[in-house]
């Protein structure tokens, strides 16, 4: 079974503050994504990643930026929190470019 | 760009009733994906569709991909409560991501 760990499940953060959230799977997937979870706005991606020191922006960059190192480990970084990022962030991964996606189980930020 | 609309946004059926929740998509796809979140949980993948006019089956799960590749729905005949979650479509446009439908909500009571 592919494994896709999210490194917190719940964090509580201020504003300003650098927030990382780590993603790390075990089934060597060269596709890793974050996407954010809204009520009643689905699923909205924010970036995405072919490769190893690759990274493409998704629909909502704004704010974000990642970083890839290692296959296995694709991380969102918040340089400066806001009160609208609060939301569950959700990181996915898949093999090639059609395949189904496998998601972790979510971070849920609160930016105070 | 493209975009995937999803109706109903929410749905509260009798156990025993059937469910079916519809995607449209601005643009043709190559295939259109389809996930289950339960209550607290993450999408899990259903099922994917590829072949225009598609229908697959599981248990009392049905899905179709349209005629023409831009609609697809899914269809539950006489719910459980297992059913309760939020059912997402996702259509894939050649080799660009996955864009999500903002889901419908499904409700069954007993």
């Known amino acids: 079974d592919v494994k896709v760990t999210q490194s917190s499940r719940y964090l509580v953060k201020r504003t300003g503050e650098k927030v990382f959230l780590e993603c790390v799977q075990d089934?060597?997937?060269?596709?890793m994504f974050w996407y954010r979870q809204d009520p009643g706005l689905g699923l909205r991606l924010i970036y995405f990643s072919y490769d190893v020191k690759m990274k493409e922006k998704g629909d909502i960059p704004e704010g974000y930026s990642v970083s890839r190192e290692k296959k296995e480990r694709f991380s969102l970084i918040l340089e400066s929190a806001s009160t609208n990022q609060t939301s569950m962030y959700l990181c996915?991964?898949?093999?090639?470019?059609?395949?189904?996606?496998?998601f972790g189980e979510g971070s849920r930020l609160t930016v105070l | 760009g493209q975009q995937v609309m999803q109706i109903p946004q929410y749905q509260h059926v009798q156990e025993g009733e059937d469910f079916t929740t519809y995607c449209n998509s601005s643009t043709t796809l190559s295939n259109i994906q389809w996930y289950k979140q339960r209550p607290g949980g993450h999408p899990v993948f259903l099922i994917q569709l590829v072949k225009s006019g598609e229908v697959k089956k599981q248990k009392r799960l049905t899905f179709q991909f349209g005629e023409a590749k831009k609609n697809s729905s899914l269809h539950i005949t006489a719910t459980q409560t297992t059913d309760v979650g939020t059912y997402f479509c996702a259509g894939n446009s050649g080799y660009s991501t996955l864009t999500f439908g903002k889901g419908t909500m499904l409700l069954v009571s007993p």
């Open positions: 089934m060597d997937h060269e596709n």
């Open positions: 996915a991964t898949r093999t090639g470019n059609t395949g189904e996606l496998f």
